[in-house]
């Protein structure tokens, strides 16, 4: 499988991909913005992702809601997202539409500021706060996706703070945010394009200067401060957090090396070794032969800058303590370390890995969101075309020596999930604190 | 911002002619066996998906034992007569097929998505687990431990939550769709080797089984595969079960399961809706569609961007092969679930009361025959589609004729359907929420009653 790609740059920076495919009448359009937390201003924790909802506010030529209307009404799907490093928007369209995406999407990275109201601010800002109590506060474990981040990444560094934000920084929002916020990070140099699809590659590529052609470059934008971090944590870093639960849960977080990086790929193995489907590791041992937990899975964060992290996610079996669940999956973790992978194990979650990334190349989103990601990150879309063969390099030894340098005492970081009223007296009302083991 | 592009005030997308599309053909051939064989060729990629579908969904489960059909199904990848549950799940993950078994309320399916490739292994594996399960003891006893803890699970997660107790107070009590589709605490601990044996002798047969493959594959391929993996299982199809769907009320009320404190109501509003199989699916689709079924629909656009009461409000038809549940669902800050659920019955009136404008009706109408060719994209998604063709008794046009169907609908056939098929006075209120915040303000509604419950759906005085 070998997927087409063409690059370019307009003259003010902004990086296209092209990827035909004309086996169905569908067109998929993807944006990417170099822009996430990680670069919010200290007091606005949030404010990417709630100006991302602000994009779907209108621009100078579309009206409130009218985006996601003409998109809908075109036959499309559409959707954002934001991750601490990027903010992404997207359309899938029948390919005919394709001039709809683009304008669509040059109005809003060329002239979102004349469609922004107070009043809109308010009712997205109040929206974004229904969004954390769904997905965070009203939700057994949901703040895990705030306090891992905290517990793993020192105070000052841009991945620490928590990507839905605080009640009060979402408070304290106002528009001259969003009109800084925009100036200084959506510019079509700080952007990539994606199109992904059934499309002729001239005609795109007028559209696509016609549409962001006339946007200007932005200026300097403000760098991030050194991202870099020490290869391990130095300690076993630990926070219990009592919560609203049933069961106790462990999410044991290891830094590993940075997503895209030569060496993120044996990490990568080994977090699917460790946790991904039926056959894996964890599942094998503590949900079918040790019978304590209920649920066990493994996943990275794929952050690109400084590092990365891996998470092993184990939810106790009924009875099970807090206390004994991160015993034992700690002993499976000593036992890798010490034991090592086999290559039976690399060979699984090799396959594995090859059919999910071949099966999620059919989907026209799916490629060009891929393409954008490797763009922004590493300037090299073609990238996507080597993933597979990255995987299939791995060799059981650079998982094992990945396994000894980063899954030993000194870089796990327990965060734990008990009931409030199995928690420790002195522990109630202090979910915050990390303590030192 | 000084120089903006060149853009028209307001684009609107101009009709062009779409490039012609059609759902991958397909072709239907009967085994030797009983069995049906549903073969789409899909060479886009060098993939295959296969669905097989069996008639034991939950409708089967015996009363008083619900929960069997899931756990028959999920046991049929915790081992065989040849490999215990670890060697299975490690010999299907090797070939790099992912492969999950389950039952929903009509079927218990195996799908299963690998490389061409290793096709031919991973369909001798499939044999062995559809032809030879063990079913071993202590493997039963674990999944039905997992299975309560996420019983357990569910008191504390109020969308869930939310859901589970929706049904249970909409269906008359003894109706297997008031009951949990995986079986409650008592019905699972009831559940032990000898029923799942027995379900799986009574259930699973050849001639009640369709296998669909989707993929970079021939029929006489397929048929050579599915001859070989399963040739030698028999059985003629069963009878249908059929579940009981008269609703548990005939008046409104309003059920408010506690849960002290919570930041937000989930709230849950609806009544029993109507089959798959209705000769009225289409105009009931493209109504749902205005009501509560696109981001610019007529709750989600009230509730989300006029109010800011929540992050998003839906409606929706469960589709069964018998009535499944209409169901309008959000979740709301507390102080406002009154106001919040007045807006809801506000747009049900509505709808209810005159037509939709051209505007809306051709919006819903657009969306749906322009999003048609990307639901499609994935071996995984046209095979569940053609599963959903088998299992509903849809014609084998049924695709084809689809974007017909649904453009043919009038503003006339959106308000009859609004009418016929929402029916405000049989609505079952839901809310999971705090009652200290939500209690006087619901009862001030004059909804119905509002009845207290616990998290396990039991009366509280």
Known sequence: MRI???????????????????????????????VGSANEPTGRTGFAHLFEHMLFQGSADVQANEHFELVQRAGGTLNGSTWLERTNYFETLPSKQLELALRLEANRMGALLPAMTQQKLDTQRDVVKNERRWSMDNQPYGSWLEKLPALCFPAEHPFHHSLMGSMEDLTAAGLDDVAQFFATFYTPDNA??????????????????????????????????????????????????????????????????????????PASVCGAILGLRNGSRLKRRLVREREVAAETTAFTFDLAKGSDLLVVDVTARPGVPAEQLEQEVALEIDALVRDGVTDAEVERAVALIQTMFVSSMQEAGERADKLSLFATYFGDPNRLNEEVDRYRAVTTAQVNDFVVERLGENNRASLVYVAREDAPGELVGSGAEAEER | MTAVPAVERAPRPVPAPPREYHFPRFERRTLANGMQLVVARVPKLP?????????????????????????????????TDSYDGAELAERFERLGASIEASADWDAAAITMTTLVERLPDAFDLLGDVLLTPAFRERELERLKAERLAELLQLRAEPRGLADELFAKFLYIPGSRYARSEGGDEASVERIDRQSVVEFYQRRYLAGGTTVVVAGDVTIDRAEGLVDRAFGKWEGRARERVLADTRPARRDRAVHLVVKPDAPQSEL???????????????PVNVMNALLGGLFNSRINLNLREAHAYTYGAFSGFEWRRQA?????????????????????????????????????????????????????????AIAAALAVLSLHELPEDYYDRYRDNVAAITRESVFAAAQRYLDPAAFQMVVVGDPNTVRAPLEAMQFGPVLLYDVQGKPLA
């Open chain 1, 4 to 34: 087409p790609i063409e690059t370019f740059r307009l003259q003010n920076g902004l990086f296209v991909s092209l990827s035909e495919d004309h086996t169905a009448p569908i067109v998929a359009v993807n944006l990417w913005y170099h």
């Open chain 1, 192 to 265: 990539v394009l994606s199109i992904a699809g059934d499309f002729d590659r001239t005609e795109a590529l007028r559209l696509v200067e016609r549409h962001f052609g006339p946007i200007p470059r932005g200026g300097r934008k403000p760098p991030l401060p050194d991202m870099s971090l020490p290869p391990v944590f130095g300690q076993w870093k630990r926070e219990v957090v009592p919560d609203d639960v049933m069961l106790p849960r462990l999410f044991l977080a290891f830094r590993s090396p940075a997503f895209g990086t030569d060496a993120y790929y």
């Open chain 2, 47 to 79: 993939l295959a998906t296969v669905v097989v579908l069996i008639d034991a969904g939950a409708v089967c489960d015996a009363d008083g034992a619900e929960g069997t059909a899931q756990l028959t199904a999920k046991m049929l990848l915790e081992g």
């Open chain 2, 268 to 282: 849950r509003i609806g009544h029993v809706g109507i089959p798959r199989n209705h000769p009225d699916f289409f």
């Open chain 2, 324 to 380: 499944g549940p209409f169901v309008i669902h959000t979740a709301v800050k507390s102080d406002i679930t009154d106001a919040a659920a007045r807006e809801a019955l506000f747009e049900v009136d509505r709808i209810r009361a005159e037509a939709v404008t051209p505007d809306e009706l051709s919006l819903a109408t657009n969306y749906l025959t322009g999003v048609f060719p990307i639901r499609f994209e994935t071996t995984t």
